[in-house]
């Protein structure tokens, strides 16, 4: 099955199971009962500030979502794991993304790896809860927080309050960049 409808599919069984609707998640969360059911019947992939939305509103980490497996402790993930996975999801938005120990219990905060595309990344401003940290692989981008732009290169880190409005623009071809989320 393909990652976006196993996303939805996950999305689904954990609301079904709370005996909730979907105009009451999409309430909560924002937006549209129709974007939540595309979500939930695979027809569209959400970015990552959808996820942590829909997870938050449904009492259950992003994880939860993202896996089934629930590992604790120490979780080792090798090059080979994501480097030529299956495991990358490809938003709506124009970017993929793989999510580092996905599968461990009651974590604090997430990483991921983020590869974003000049000219496939669709101009939108996330804002969720938490704090989020970004460190720059490869290429540039430009990154908004607020009202501040940012011009990021490899090395080049920002931290800041996930509340706040933020955008990414990449400059090269592509940049690639970790990202860790807090909650």
């Known amino acids: 099955m393909e990652i ?22 999409s309430s909560y969360c924002g937006f549209s009962k129709s974007l939540l059911s595309k979500i939930e019947n695979g027809v569209t992939t959400p970015p990552i500030s959808t ?7 449904l009492g259950v980490a992003v994880s939860d979502i993202l896996e089934d497996n629930k590992e604790i402790g120490t ?18 938005k ?36 938490g704090e989020e940290f970004v460190f720059v692989l490869e290429g540039e981008m430009r990154y908004k927080v607020g009202k501040t732009e ?22 090269t071809d592509e940049v690639r960049y970790l990202a860790i989320f807090s909650s």
């Open 75 to 92: 979780v080792y993930t090798e090059v080979s794991t994501y480097k030529d996975s299956n495991g990358w999801i490809k938003t709506e």
């Open 51 to 57: 996820l942590m939305k829909i997870a938050e509103s």
């Open 150 to 171: 940012y011009i990021l290169g490899p090395g080049d880190t920002i931290y800041f309050t996930s509340l706040e409005e933020h955008t990414l623009t990449p400059i």
């Open 94 to 129: 124009g970017y993929s993304f793989y999510a580092f120990a996905a599968g461990r219990q009651d974590k604090i905060m997430q990483p991921y790896y983020f590869i974003a595309k000049k000219g496939e990344v669709k101009s939108h401003s996330l804002s969720h809860k």
């Open 4 to 25: 976006g409808k196993q996303l939805g599919a996950k999305i689904r069984l954990i609301r079904k199971q709370q005996n909730r609707t979907l105009e009451e998640i």
